[in-house]
């Protein structure tokens, strides 16, 4: 929807005291959200990684939110397509701004109404705060790699467009002042049935 004056904002929030520039409105998406990280070496892609964002930390009502209190990887064929999205986003602003593609991109992807895969947020050089979920799921460890190529240090490790999807689910459980724990859906269901859920 857009806004063009405040008048229109008035008559979706009455109460507020709003200023037309400090808000921005967008289509809601109401599919599942994924978080991506891109690991680029000289301007193509060495490695990707994926997990659905389940569960907001510290969310409100309206279940928006930042970072996750639950995830889990997925090797979905929709996880796939979010990874491919954030490739072509990636490729899309380096061929705008005439630059090569390096080190790493985390990308936000939310699915529409439409089953129509939409990158909500793009963090060129910035790891997520779930850094520690990526590295210790897959088989790459991405801050490894950002570490081996940023000192220079020879390494074995010559990815090129590898998808380090999991084949079974790992979930991250985390909360405040707490270290995040990791637990396979196995091991989740074999707990809950130990206490009758």
């Known amino acids: 929807m857009q806004i063009k004056q405040l008048s229109g904002l008035k008559q979706l929030h009455p109460n507020s005291s709003f200023q037309l520039t400090e808000f921005t409105i967008s289509e809601f998406l109401p599919g599942h959200l994924y978080e991506v990280l891109l690991y680029f070496r ?3 892609l060495s490695v990707a990684k994926v997990y659905q ?3 907001y ?3 409100n009502s309206s279940g928006a939110g930042s970072t996750p209190d639950v995830a889990v990887t997925s090797n979905e064929p929709e996880a796939v397509e979010a990874i491919r999205e954030s490739v072509k986003a990636v490729k899309s602003i380096s061929e705008a701004t005439g630059s090569k593609s390096k080190s790493v991109y985390h990308l936000s992807v939310k699915y529409g109404k439409d089953d129509k895969p939409c990158v909500t947020e793009v963090n060129i050089g910035r790891f997520p705060s779930t850094c520690a979920f990526f ?12 570490f081996e190529d940023a000192l220079e240090i020879p390494t074995n490790s010559d990815f ?14 985390r909360s405040l ?8 859906s196995s091991k989740m269901t074999s707990s809950y049935k130990k206490v009758g859920i």
Do not use: H, W
């Open 177 to 184: 002042d707490k270290a995040p724990t990791f637990i396979s």
């Open 57 to 59: 930390s510290g969310a």
């Open 135 to 146: 590295d210790r799921t897959g088989t790459i460890n991405v801050s490894e790699l950002f």
């Open 160 to 173: 090129r467009d590898f998808y380090d999807l999991v084949k079974k689910p790992i979930y991250m459980i």
């Open 53 to 55: 964002n389940i569960r």
């Open 42 to 44: 000289a301007g193509e």
